[in-house]
């Protein structure tokens, strides 16, 4: 009795119509070529929690001297991005090295 449930459970299996991947790019590839609707009856649900207690980013109005803000965007489009991104980080920096 036991090898019929067992031939019984691979019949109600069915392959699976997504590849297995050998890499992130080729599952990348396929998805791009494929609308998941059409593996609908594969996917499984899954629970989505929301964590909206993490602290909030809070904004801090800065005034500075236009040739400083100037210096300050120009470096940081050297470093790809964008000035608020650099002074941000420099800000942050500081605060470390200072240990606080």
Not at 21 to 30: I, S
Not at 73 to 79: E, F, Y
Request: aromatic share 8%.
């Amino acid at each position: 009795m036991q090898v019929e449930r067992s031939e019984e459970n691979s019949m109600l299996k069915k392959k699976s119509k997504i590849p297995k991947f050998k890499t992130y790019e080729e599952e990348a590839n396929f998805w791009d070529t494929h609308d998941f609707t059409e593996f609908l009856e594969e996917l499984e649900k899954v629970e989505i929690v929301f964590d909206l207690d993490k602290p909030r980013d809070e904004t801090l109005i800065l005034r500075l001297q236009k040739d400083v803000k100037d210096k300050l965007t120009k470096v940081a489009r050297g470093k790809g991005l964008n000035t608020s991104t650099l002074a941000r980080m420099w800000l942050i920096e500081k605060l470390q090295a200072n240990g606080r």
